[in-house]
Every structure is written in structure tokens, then in C-alpha cells.
């Protein structure tokens, strides 16, 4: 059973497309669908149909594995070097596909160092179930491969601000007003959104920075389907299940 979704704001209709985000919930979505600024937290990626009848759908998730070697995947690589210190660090090296199947961290670490070279962060084994869960929907429904595209909140907000990274911190007073201010600039109506959700699901389900990321990741959707589009790397690579390795931004 799935959480209600919520509506905010309204418009002309339009092209449907969310920005998607883990969180302790499940995953938190915000976007234009109907003409309406939504969103909600779903408990998993497989239940939830809807996905199929969207234009784009922006997820802050990796796509695209390695499955051995010592270099990791290019689009993260580039990211960082386009954010800089401190934004960079936002930006972290995904577990092999093999490391997803592990039964603990200990046992990831190992998975992980024999086929790269180098262990996983507890950080990087904390959100290997979603990796796994997203992994294993985009390789069982091949139609949505080029519909649920992989983004970073700090890379999108990078592009949506011109090529200049946020200065604050996202988890901070002031990290938080300046992400907002950026997208009141850009799209005024999805900023309601966040109070909305934030007093439908309990902070235990969603923090306030979930919602943010999703908003980014929203609102970016539908500069891309307008034609403002960035891919990192600018030429595609796929993985070895035929999965792109490659972020998506909209350009300010």
C-alpha cells in the first residue's frame, strides 16, 4: 500500500515529469503532472506503475554499474570536477553490481575490492538496497530505461544556476534557503510543495532535504523537456546489462 499523493499549485497541462529521491520512507517524488505541481513517498520502485506514463522521471540513484576494473564510471568523475570543492564530495563512487547481492558490509567490501580495487563507505553501503531495487527494475523493464534517467541534485542545481555550484551546504538553514531561492526563481509554484509534504509524512519517512533534491530533480525534468539539455559524460556509455552511465542536467 502506498502513500496518498498530494497537489499543489496549477497551471496549463503539460509534459508529465517528477524528480524521484530515497529516502527512510521509500522514495519521495515531486512533480508536474497534469497541469499541478504533486508529490508523495511510495514504499518501492516495482509498485509503482505510473512510472511507465511519464514523459521523464529524474532519479537521484545510480544507473549503470561497472562490473569490474579499476576505473570508475565516468559521469561521476566529471561531476565532480565540474562542481569543485566542496560540492564534489556529494558525488560518490557507486558499488560493483556484484556488491549489490551482498549479505552485509563486511562481505561488500570484499565483493567490491576484489573487482575494483577499493572498499565501499558505509555511506556508499547504506543506499546499496535502492541501488539494488532500481537496478533490478530498469533491467527487468527495458521501456523505462530511457524514461528514468539518473541525475545529481548538486549537479542539476549547478546547471539551473548557470554553471555555478551551491555555496551552502544542503542540510543547513542557509544551504536549504539558497536551493529554494533558486528554484522560487525558476518555477514559484513547487515551492509550496515542500510544506505540504513535510506536514503529510512524518520527518522519520522524509527529512526536508529528500523533498528538496526531488524538487530539483522536478524541476530539471522539465527544462530538459524543453530542450535544455547537459549529459555528463556529453557522449554515452552504457554497462554491461545495457544501462547508460551518464547524468542528465538542465542548462540555465
Avoid at 497534469?34 to 518501492?44: H, K, L, N, Y
Avoid at 558499488?95 to 573487482?115: G, I, Q, S, T
Avoid at 543547513?172 to 536551493?179: C, K, L, S
Avoid at 532535504?209 to 547537459?230: E, K, Q
Wanted: charged share 25%; glycine share 12%; hydrophobic share 40%.
Amino acid at each position: 500500500m502506498t502513500d496518498p499523493d498530494h497537489q499543489i499549485g496549477a497551471g496549463a497541462n503539460g509534459p508529465r515529469r517528477i524528480g524521484i529521491d530515497g529516502c527512510r520512507g521509500g522514495w519521495v517524488w515531486c512533480g508536474r503532472l497534469d497541469g499541478r505541481w504533486q508529490g508523495g513517498v511510495r514504499a518501492s520502485l516495482a509498485q509503482w506503475p505510473e512510472l511507465d506514463a511519464l514523459d521523464l522521471a529524474l532519479i537521484d540513484m545510480p544507473i549503470g554499474l561497472v562490473e569490474h576494473g579499476t576505473d570508475e564510471r565516468r559521469c561521476d568523475r566529471e561531476a565532480r570536477a565540474l562542481l569543485g570543492r566542496p560540492r564534489a564530495s556529494s558525488v560518490f563512487r557507486p558499488p560493483c553490481r556484484a556488491a549489490l547481492e551482498a549479505a552485509d558490509y563486511h562481505e561488500a567490501c570484499v565483493l567490491n575490492r576484489a573487482r575494483t580495487g577499493v572498499a565501499l563507505s558505509r555511506q556508499t553501503w547504506g543506499i546499496t538496497p535502492k541501488i539494488r531495487e532500481l537496478d533490478r527494475l530498469l533491467r527487468g523493464r527495458a521501456g523505462l530505461r530511457w524514461r528514468l534517467r539518473e541525475a545529481h541534485p548538486e549537479l542539476c542545481l549547478w546547471g539551473l544556476a548557470g554553471g555555478r555550484p551551491m555555496r551552502h551546504p544542503k542540510r543547513t538553514r542557509q544551504g536549504r534557503a539558497e536551493r529554494l531561492a533558486l528554484l522560487g526563481a525558476l518555477e514559484p509554484d513547487c515551492i509550496a510543495l515542500l510544506e505540504t509534504l513535510m506536514g503529510a509524512h512524518p520527518r522519520r519517512a522524509v527529512a526536508a532535504d529528500d523533498i528538496i533534491d526531488a524538487l530539483v530533480l522536478g524541476v530539471s525534468a522539465g527544462r530538459l523537456l524543453r530542450g535544455r539539455v547537459g549529459r555528463v559524460p556529453g557522449d554515452l556509455e552504457l554497462d554491461a546489462a545495457g544501462l547508460p552511465m551518464q547524468l542528465l542536467l538542465a542548462l540555465g
